[in-house]
């Protein structure tokens, strides 16, 4: 099966620009997640979608990004400005059910951000 | 909130030595533990994880762990690494139960020498 999908790989902005960030989950797959990970740091969740409703946004910075899940298949991260402390990998990933903490989350390649 | 230590930043290993990584957390209530690793050039990927049952975990590639709740630990094991273990390992968590967000550690960096 094809695996989490994310564009654009690479993005370079400067401070106080906006960006757009899309992931297609794998096919079938009901929860969406996007984490931030920045250099020498672990994944930070950011949002995470349950088919089309938000479960978790308590991490998600809401005064300059913000997240869709129309349809409740793919997903756009938009972060509008752009701040200096905003360059990361930004990872999308998916999980097949609704929701279980046991699921597995299947991670995209992560969009590369960096922000002058 | 949940919180994840992994003590070894960078291990260097030879081929064939065995292999431990450190990871603790912290969270008094039920837990589900996962180990996760990205190669170089790939995306994180699912090694084993941890949610009931026997606390020895088996997953992929050889590799192991053990959950011993009175450690809060869920330490990270092969007997013997290959060139092809080199990659970055991160040991995460959440609370069981529905719609539980993961918590990352900072992840180790294993570079194994032929």
């Known amino acids: 099966e094809a695996g989490v999908a994310q564009s654009p790989r690479y993005k370079i902005i400067e401070k106080r620009q906006s960006v757009a960030f899309w992931c297609n989950p794998i096919?079938?797959?009901?929860?969406l997640y996007w984490y931030q990970q920045i250099l020498g740091q672990g994944p930070k969740l950011l949002i995470q979608f349950q088919n089309n409703g938000v479960v978790d946004d308590s991490q998600l910075p809401k005064d300059r990004f913000s997240a869709e899940r129309l349809k409740g298949v793919d997903s756009t991260l938009k972060i509008q400005p752009a701040k200096l402390e905003d360059s990361a990998v930004y990872l999308c990933?998916?999980?097949?059910?609704?929701?279980?903490?046991?699921?597995?989350?299947?991670f995209g390649p992560g969009t590369r951000l960096t922000v002058l | 909130a949940q919180s994840v230590s992994q003590h070894n930043h960078h291990v260097i290993l030879s081929e064939a030595a065995s292999l431990e990584l450190g990871c603790n957390y912290s969270?008094?209530?039920?837990?589900?533990l996962f180990w996760y690793v990205q190669y170089p050039g790939q995306h994180l990927q699912l090694l084993l994880k941890y949610f009931s049952g026997d606390p020895l975990v088996k997953g992929i590639k050889g590799f192991e762990a053990e959950f011993i709740k009175s450690k809060f630990s869920f330490n990270l094991r092969k007997p013997s690494v290959q060139w092809s273990d080199t990659a970055e390992y991160f040991c995460a968590v959440n609370r069981a139960g529905t719609a539980s967000k993961l918590t990352f550690g900072t992840g180790t960096r294993l570079q194994v020498t032929l």
């Open positions: 096919s079938g797959h009901a929860t």
């Open positions: 969270y008094g209530g039920t837990v589900n």
């Open positions: 990933a998916s999980s097949r059910d609704s929701g279980r903490s046991t699921d597995t989350q299947y």
